[in-house]
């Protein structure tokens, strides 16, 4: 009798974030399954027109599409393995116990908690090619032999960017590492020790197999967020063709050239990718972790 | 011997750790005490480390020529509406998630977190579309409704961890007492839920507060453009002149309440990212 009440009020609980869900997902989303098979403007300045699978056939050869993909592809794998590098290594300063590391917690929590927006400006301009502060001081440090434009030289703006992008979601990383290295035992760095094992040896025995699956959530979310990036490198460098992600090129395509029917298929496409990538690692690296 | 290489593995650590702190502070350092130099001292080849000379002109140039007070209003508007609405709407949601029976519970939970990882992308036409169909394109409500996209089911899937973590007997005693579910939820639960929901609302918030691809693409004009958009396109008199000072005005002025937040928050900030991301 209670249960049954019960049940009815918890459905009267979940339904109003049902209908969001519906709302701000469910039905965009299938908008975009539907539209994608139509030659349509976002105006509809035109009467749509059924088209098949023609803009998905249009998508296997369209070069612009291809360097996004790849340029994505680069983004991401780049910058997800200098984070999680860069991210153990700063887990592993701060777990360690010293005086202070309440500091370099706060610090690194900095760029964590800036905009991305303004962390892409705030390099832009410390990257400026005449008054940036990084010519300035690579210069007279002699790192650099003369002023560089990072951010105009094609071959150096995705470098550039991906730095920054480093800068700003490491912390992140950090922070599920380290909460990932609070859960190991203590005791058995204690046994190793007697036994002893070096401190090289008890990394690579304990700290690392004990830490896989706090590697690898945070290795899933960060990759499945550099996989939509846009922020950072719409800022930067706008829809610059060397640097253009999937995203990037998505947007441009449905609200710039206002192709409502391309790219809807663009969009599914990336959502295609995130899935079929979801999918594998959970497939391969999940299991890992779950053993 | 040993004492003189321990010595320096200390001293190596800390230069490692000061690496850490530099690099992760002075970027925002620097754009401080930019925001704070009269441009010729900006664009001088030599620059001072300090803010000097010192004005405050980059700041009165930013809220009196560009709209940047109204979007700053838009962004506490926008930002504020969407936390709060995930937050109502999250709660009752997790209650029930969390701590009722309710068949379908595996099914909604898998499609909450799947939501968490949806790309904002792929529904940035459809949205589009919807918000003007149904008159909400540049309006607030719009874009805190598309908010919702991201802010709702983190909120969810973070609350559900909180209420499931509370003991059964307090539930129990209250319904001994003759307390309807709906009056355990608000006056047992709810307060024993706090500190959660100061976290998840205030990550909601932070996520709001930085959003830019729906800010760019649902607005038109200073009426509703909330701060990000703002700042990306910040321009001078001419395309030549970028006005670094005002923007990093600009930049120092959103940023600052956010590190405030962080660093009064950190700890529970630091335990929701982490209850939300491990329990992922």
Do not use: C
Request: hydrophobic share 55%; glycine share 6%; aromatic share 14%.
């Amino acid at each position: 009798m209670l249960t049954q009440r019960q049940v009815r009020l918890a459905w009267a609980l979940v339904l109003p974030t049902l209908l969001v869900v519906v709302l701000v997902a469910g039905y965009p989303l299938a908008q975009v399954f539907y539209w994608s098979f139509f030659r349509a403007d976002i105006a509809f300045v035109e009467p749509p027109e059924f088209v098949g699978f023609k803009n998905y056939l249009y998508l296997l050869q369209d070069p612009d599409f291809r360097q996004a993909l790849w340029n994505t592809v680069k983004f991401t794998v780049i910058s997800v393995s200098l984070e999680t590098l860069l991210g153990l290594a700063i887990a592993l300063v701060i777990h360690s116990n010293f005086k202070g590391r309440g500091l370099v917690r706060t610090a690194i929590l900095i760029p964590w908690a800036i905009p991305t927006v303004v962390s892409a400006k705030m390099w832009q301009w410390m990257l400026h090619d005449v008054y940036g502060v990084i010519n300035i001081l690579g210069v007279k440090l002699g790192f650099l032999s003369q002023k560089v434009a990072f951010l105009a030289r094609p071959e150096l703006v995705l470098p550039a960017i991906i730095a920054v992008d480093v800068w700003k979601t490491t912390p992140f990383m950090a922070l599920l590492l380290l909460a990932g290295l609070q859960l190991i035992p203590e005791e058995l760095y204690e046994a190793a020790s007697i036994d002893g094992a070096t401190r090289w040896q008890q990394f690579w025995t304990i700290t690392l197999p004990l830490l896989t699956p706090a590697l690898v959530v945070a290795l899933i979310f960060r990759t499945l967020d550099a996989l939509r990036v846009f922020d950072v490198i719409f800022v930067m460098s706008g829809v610059n063709p060397a640097t253009r992600t999937l995203a990037v090129y998505n947007r441009q395509t449905l609200i710039d050239f206002q192709d409502l029917g391309y790219g809807s298929a663009i969009s599914v496409a990336i959502l295609l990718l995130i899935f079929l990538f979801v999918v594998v690692y959970m497939r391969t690296l999940g299991r890992e972790a779950l053993r | 011997m040993r004492t003189w290489l321990r010595l320096g593995n200390r001293l190596l650590f800390y230069l490692l750790v000061a690496f850490v702190v530099v690099y992760s502070a002075f970027p925002f350092y620097w754009a401080v005490i930019s925001s704070f130099k009269p441009s010729d001292a900006l664009f001088a080849s030599n620059p001072s480390f300090l803010p000097l000379p010192f004005t405050l002109d980059h700041y009165r140039n930013v809220f009196l020529q560009a709209n940047f007070g109204r979007n700053l209003l838009n962004s506490v508007v926008v930002a504020g509406g969407a936390t709060l609405l995930s937050l109502v709407l999250g709660v009752l949601a997790a209650y029930a998630l969390g701590r009722l029976p309710f068949p379908p519970r595996n099914a909604v939970l898998y499609l909450v977190l799947a939501m968490t990882m949806f790309p904002q992308i792929s529904v940035l036409g459809g949205l589009f579309m919807l918000l003007r169909q149904a008159g909400l394109f540049n309006t607030h409500l719009g874009l805190i409704l598309s908010y919702l996209l991201f802010t709702l089911p983190f909120t969810v899937w973070v609350l559900v961890g909180y209420f499931k973590g509370l003991p059964r007997e307090l539930e129990e005693a209250a319904y001994v007492d003759g307390a309807t579910p709906l009056q355990t939820l608000v006056r047992i639960m709810l307060p024993l839920t706090g500190p959660g929901l100061v976290t998840t609302g205030l990550l909601a918030f932070i996520a709001a507060w930085n959003e830019y691809l729906f800010a760019l693409t649902f607005t038109v004009g200073d009426k509703v453009k909330t701060v990000p958009p703002a700042i990306a396109s910040f321009g001078g008199a001419t395309p030549f002149e970028i006005p670094w000072g005002s923007i990093m005005a600009a930049s120092v002025v959103v940023t600052v309440p956010l590190v405030v937040l962080v660093l009064i928050f950190q700890q529970r900030i630091v335990a929701g990212l982490t209850a939300g991301a491990v329990k992922g």
